[in-house]
């Protein structure tokens, strides 16, 4: 017992650090995820399901070659192109000379102990994805907001009084049971998963799509004044606008 009470506190921890890296890389990138959201995911989206209609239309009017599901031809593939590298895949549309360089939290002092270690107590007791009852979510959500917030913003604080209301010290079992070591393991395992969960995100956020189109961005724009975001939006909804005539035509054919 005393050893899962060991690696509970371990994974707690590290929650903890995977947390904050998250919670700081989604502060840099929010101004940019909202435009990214509402110009060009937003039309993507769109461009996904009617091309996948018409694929499904194509099948019906004897085209072999769409019996597979459609996938979206877009202004985006060059940035998915995974045969290129990103050097290569930005000097084919850009004719850049140097390398974008990806996103990394600036302008942030270094987290103390202290605040790593009560961000990590918080964490670990009103994280969503640790609800036993789904009612708990909403209030843990907002919970989780506020000490992402918090850390982002260095508020040891505020941090400390939310440790000091929502959690209560670990307690041991004093009569250690086959229940009480269940309880301990899947407490051990929702940690792991939940770890591994963050990692990912954060590794999207930090090196997927959106960050690549967030460099490309910049630098079109430090280099050659040209707003990317727009371009591609423009882009979009121009093949958006051809798919939704080609579908409508489609549905016309006998």
Not at 11 to 33: K, Q, Y
Not at 41 to 62: K, M, P, S, T, W
Not at 76 to 84: E, G, K
Request: hydrophobic letters at 40%.
């Amino acid at each position: 017992m005393a050893g899962l009470g060991k690696q509970i506190a371990e994974l707690e921890s590290h929650l903890g650090e995977v947390s904050g890296n998250l919670a700081e890389i989604h502060a840099v990138m929010a101004p940019f995820l909202a435009r990214y959201q509402d110009n060009i995911l937003h039309y993507y989206d769109n461009l996904v399901q009617i091309q996948r209609e018409l694929a499904d239309l194509r099948a019906e009017h004897g085209d072999l070659t769409a019996v597979l599901p459609g996938q979206a031809v877009s202004p985006l593939d060059r940035f998915t192109d995974q045969n290129l590298s990103v050097d290569e895949q930005y000097a084919r549309r850009w004719q850049g000379k140097k390398s974008p360089r990806l996103d990394k939290p600036q302008n942030l002092s270094p987290a103390t102990p202290e605040i790593k270690q009560l961000y990590a107590r918080v964490v670990a007791h009103v994280h969503p994805d640790l609800s036993i009852t789904s009612s708990e979510l909403t209030g843990r959500k907002r919970l989780l907001n506020q000490a992402n917030h918090a850390y982002v913003q260095r508020d040891e604080a505020l941090l400390k009084r939310m440790a000091e209301s929502c959690c209560a010290p670990s307690i041991m079992p004093a009569i250690v049971t086959e229940k009480t070591v269940k309880k301990q393991q899947m407490r051990v395992q929702q940690l792991e998963m939940l770890i591994t969960k963050i990692e990912g995100q954060y590794f999207d956020l930090r090196y997927g799509l959106p960050a690549k189109i967030k460099a490309y961005a910049e630098m079109a724009w430090a280099e050659e004044k040209r707003d990317l975001i727009g371009e591609l939006s423009a882009e979009i909804r121009q093949r958006l606008q051809e798919a939704q005539l080609e579908l409508t035509t489609l549905r016309r054919r006998p």
